[in-house]
């Protein structure tokens, strides 16, 4: 969005023009930048999907002899996982930690092949070692999020071609705390008299009633997402499972309402940082000495200029002041300097408000 303005001298010439433009950044900038900080990438990592597809389309290529494609095994890997996660999730809903370690392990023999290749290939050395740092990490790993758990228990269950997508993060964490605050409450009431002690009458209402009607209210809404369907006969819906693995994750333990909001505050507030750190693992943290922040930035630079002289048409009297609206949580104020002196070159320039809409990756 542009608007010029011409300042005027004393004898009516212009001596003086600035282009005032408001950049509005969505949520496609960084992506277009070359990033990968969208909330699936983030999940592919988080859950061993990358490892493994790394894993194995690296035993393919050097013990197989078959040059696979990654991006087609990445996506093989994805509903191999989703398939045993599903399966799984409500055998063990207690760690998405043991979850993950169970079928990354899964691909710890192709490592193993892997590592007494007889190689001159640094490259190959490389990259094996990496992966193999990696999968030791995970093997290690022993914290567990609350909010992960329950995006794993959403990838699982929920399927892919739903209208409303597993990894909309936002709403689902609005639908999970709606439900367990507000929701389940309301289910269970529907169910309860009020215990009459005047007259001696007191009133109790069976655990399978309540979470059967549960589960029905639970369904209905969650009635905006499609979930998988399980053909065998003799277990509950998909629904019901998810909602068991939020209920023991943020229900069940819990007496009081400020308790349980203060529980889900609180594992959210993890869930950012770790989030956060996943997104400056991208960028990098110095766009003086980091070489991905440094290219981070000159994509930007590069990109935000295009979009505002799509043509190159720009006037070298103009003066640009530019207010920027980010929907990202990157490309923050700490790139004003650099922003500046790379695009200065191509003319006069000037920030007159930034603005992070969602915060910012490295917040703290």
Not at 81 to 86: A, E, H, I, P, V
Not at 147 to 162: G, K, P, T, V, Y
Not at 250 to 264: E, H, Q, T, W
């Amino acid at each position: 969005m542009k608007r010029y303005q011409y300042v005027l001298g004393m004898n009516g010439k212009m001596i003086d023009k600035k282009n005032r433009s408001l950049l509005i950044l969505g949520n496609g900038f960084d992506l277009q930048c070359g990033l990968n900080t969208t909330y699936d990438n983030f999940f592919n990592l988080k859950f061993g999907i990358i490892l493994t597809a790394q894993i194995h389309c690296e035993y393919l290529k050097n013990i197989s002899k078959a040059n696979k494609d990654y991006k087609i095994t990445l996506e093989e890997q994805k509903t191999k996982s989703k398939k045993f996660f599903r399966q799984n999730l409500d055998k063990d809903n207690n760690s998405i930690n043991t979850l993950v370690k169970t079928y990354i392990e899964k691909f710890s023999d192709e490592l193993k092949e892997l590592k007494q290749i007889d190689t001159q290939d640094i490259n190959l050395t490389k990259k094996i070692d990496a992966l193999n740092d990696e999968f030791e990490s995970f093997m290690t790993n022993e914290k567990t999020n609350s909010w992960e758990l329950i995006a794993l228990a959403a990838f699982a269950f929920i399927e892919n071609d739903s209208p409303i997508m597993w990894s909309d993060v936002e709403r689902m964490i609005y639908k999970v705390i709606t439900w367990v605050l507000i929701g389940r409450k309301q289910s269970d009431a529907q169910l309860r008299k009020s215990d009459d002690p005047v007259n001696g009458k007191y009133y109790t209402v069976a655990k399978d009633y309540l979470d059967k009607n549960a589960d029905t209210n639970f369904m209905n809404f969650f009635d905006d997402y499609y979930f998988e369907n399980d053909v065998a006969l003799n277990r509950p819906p998909y629904q019901s499972t998810f909602r068991k693995v939020i209920e023991k994750e943020f229900y069940a333990p819990y007496k009081s309402s400020d308790a349980l909001a203060i529980k889900m505050l609180d594992e959210l507030v993890k869930f950012e940082s770790i989030f956060s750190n996943f997104i400056n693992q991208q960028t990098g943290l110095d766009y003086e000495k980091d070489e991905k922040t440094i290219n981070y930035y000159q994509h930007a630079t590069k990109l935000i200029y295009s979009l505002i002289y799509p043509n190159d048409n720009l006037d070298e009297d103009t003066t640009t002041i530019i207010d920027i609206l980010n929907f990202n949580y990157t490309f923050d104020v700490r790139f004003k300097i650099p922003f500046l002196k790379s695009i200065d070159l191509k003319g006069k320039w000037q920030i007159n408000s930034w603005n992070n809409i969602h915060g910012v990756a490295c917040w703290n």
